[in-house]
């Protein structure tokens, strides 16, 4: 599939072409990862960040605006022994750009996971030093999520300022070398970002597959109110036919084109899409998707991770939330999925180095 060919899809409003398109993405997806659906408990560890993103709740920015947490080693296992009580594969620890959150204390958790349960672990903590990923791939890390946003530099560099005192920094690279250091690798995007144009989400996708990514994940730029992205100072303006929406449909056909690009890597139905729509979820994975991240942080802490405003598991009970995804995902037809759920790509790449 070409640029103008993602393009032209990315347009479309025809229903009945969009649906085609969309079974052809759920197709490739039985054919290559197959009808598991993947669960990967979310834990939330800190809202504290150093970046002034102008798109996100939690940024420095926001000051006092924001009530700031950062978990203790206790309230992370205990997350983590609930993720083993569900039969999760997997876990994913999240957090601002919090250097509070030492690469000491990370490894210690790492290590304890590993020691006391059979999950596999993602990290998303954003920009760090390499010997930071090295000290945690040592210590029993399995991937590494951290989202390049946009592959547009202009865009990037007026939502993502750099950390005071610093230049900016190019994620591309910091990919790769995760890559390098052996790590199952994870990127994405949002789709709707103010000043994003058809056709820089069509290299988006496109460097999706240039990457080579194990995971990647894509979801809805939803405006925050106390951000200048979301009270409307945007640095980029386009017209309304330039624009790409942040609607539930393109967000569906983006996600079923990097099921197409991407057939052996491993896409999540994001929480920001079931955040329109109640079945959101369920949307996702129609259109290519095989993995669910329910929310495991303490819901004291969960209504302050507010990147986005009324995101959909601030009030989900994680007991009810658990007992009701099963039935969700058999309604449609699937399976929950059994052990890690290690990226289908991934596996195939380690087979081929030996």
């Given at each position: ?42 834990i939330e560890a800190s809202n504290i960040c150093v970046r002034q993103c102008r798109y996100c709740g939690i940024n420095a920015d926001q000051g006092r ?56 672990i993602t990290l998303s903590l954003g920009e760090r030093p390499e010997s930071d990923f090295r000290t945690w791939k040592t210590a029993g890390a399995d ?75 894509l979801g809805p730029y939803i405006p925050h109110p106390e951000t200048s992205l979301g009270k409307g100072e945007n640095l980029i303006t386009l017209s ?115």
């Open positions: 599939m070409n640029k103008d060919e993602i393009i032209s899809w990315l347009k479309e409003n025809d229903a009945k072409k969009l649906e085609s398109l969309w079974q052809h993405a759920d197709q490739v997806r039985r054919e290559t990862v197959g009808d598991q659906v993947h669960l990967r408990g979310l605006k924001v009530q700031r947490y950062r978990m203790n080693m206790s309230e992370m296992q205990q997350c983590a022994q609930m993720a083993v009580e569900f039969g999760y594969g997997s876990i994913v620890v999240q957090a601002g750009e919090d250097y509070g959150l030492t690469t000491q204390f990370i490894s210690d958790f790492i290590r304890w996971v590993k020691d006391n349960t059979p999950l596999a991937r590494y999520l951290l989202r390049f946003e946009t592959s547009d530099r202009q865009l990037y560099q007026n939502i993502h300022p750099p950390v005071k005192g610093q230049l900016h920094t190019d994620r591309f690279e910091i990919l790769r070398q995760l890559k390098s250091i052996g790590y199952e690798t994870g990127s994405g995007i949002m789709i709707g970002i103010p000043g994003q144009s058809f056709d820089i989400v069509a290299n988006d996708l496109l460097a999706f597959s240039q990457l080579d990514l194990d995971m990647i994940g309304p036919e330039q624009q790409v929406p942040n609607d539930q449909q393109t967000v569906c056909t983006a996600l079923a084109l990097t099921r197409i690009l991407c057939p052996a890597t491993n896409l999540p139905s994001t929480t920001a899409l079931s955040t329109l729509s109640d079945k959101g979820r369920e949307q996702g994975l129609n259109c290519g998707g095989n993995v669910i991240m329910p929310n495991l942080t303490p819901l004291s802490y969960r209504r302050l991770y507010e990147i986005y405003p009324a995101k959909s598991c601030i009030k989900e009970d994680v007991n009810e939330f658990h007992n009701q995804i099963r039935t969700r995902i058999e309604a449609i037809g699937r399976t929950v999925g059994k052990g890690r759920g290690d990226s289908v790509k991934f596996l195939q790449s380690k087979q081929q180095k030996h």
